[in-house]
T-cell receptor, first 117, second 118 residues
């Protein structure tokens, strides 16, 4: 059974800092890994999706890396801003119990990020 | 980008009431839809997966008769919480994906429904 862990659980940084969020997963047989942002009381916004064959993906100030062999992914946020404050979730997509093709996402518990001015 | 609309955003009702939540993909055909439940300060827990025109596949521990899922079209899935009780109070989020067989497609999420049972 896939288990996804995120460290740290919470992070508070001053504006302008570069920061790294960590995600680890126990089963390396993944389709892909996705990073999401969740604002309080809201749904999830997809930030980056890394296919199993890829090592990293970049979007603006965000860079996500994937190391399947060690079961790790990191989300790097450059020059953080107060608007980046949110909960960041990583999710690994693996086969479901029935082995059907669509797979399922297993989520970590998230990192609550606060960027203060 | 892909848009998933979930309605209602918030429901408050009495114990014993049945509540229906709708999830629509607005600009793409969602062959597969997912329903999640999120407890306060916890991560998302997958409840069930539905493919258009087929019966939903429920995760272990999720009561099929309690949480009825219908995926009648490529743009609409519904979750009905039957005879809801206070312990069913939670944040429910749906997700939609293009393509049944292509698990490398990203999932797109709705804004969630806050269900409060009195």
């Amino acid at each position: 059974k896939q288990e996804v862990t995120q460290i740290p659980a919470a992070l508070s940084v001053p504006e302008g800092e570069n920061l790294v969020l960590n995600c680890s997963f126990t089963d390396s047989a993944i389709y892909n890994l996705q990073w999401f942002r969740q604002d309080p009381g809201k749904g999830l916004t997809s930030l980056l999706l890394i296919q199993s064959s890829q090592r990293e993906q970049t979007s603006g100030r965000l860079n996500a890396s994937l190391d399947k062999s060690s079961g790790r992914s990191t989300l790097y946020i450059a020059a953080s801003q107060p608007g980046d404050s949110a909960t960041y979730l990583c999710a690994a997509r693996t086969f479901n119990a029935g082995g059907t093709s669509y797979g399922k996402l297993t989520f970590g518990q998230g990192t609550i990020l606060t960027v203060h001015p | 980008g892909a848009v998933v609309s979930q309605h209602p955003s918030r429901v408050i009702c009495k114990s014993g009431t049945s509540v229906k939540i709708e999830c629509r993909s607005l600009d793409f055909q969602a062959t597969t839809m997912f329903w999640y439940r999120q407890f306060p300060k916890k991560s998302l827990m997958l409840m069930a997966t539905s493919n258009e025109g087929s019966k939903a596949t429920y995760e272990q521990g999720v009561e099929k008769d309690k949480f009825l899922i219908n995926h009648a079209s490529l743009t609409l899935s519904t979750l009905t919480v039957t005879s809801a009780h206070p312990e069913d109070s939670s944040f429910y989020i749906c997700s939609a994906q293009r393509g049944a067989g292509d698990s490398n497609q990203p999932q797109h999420f709705g804004d969630g429904t806050r269900l409060s049972i009195l």
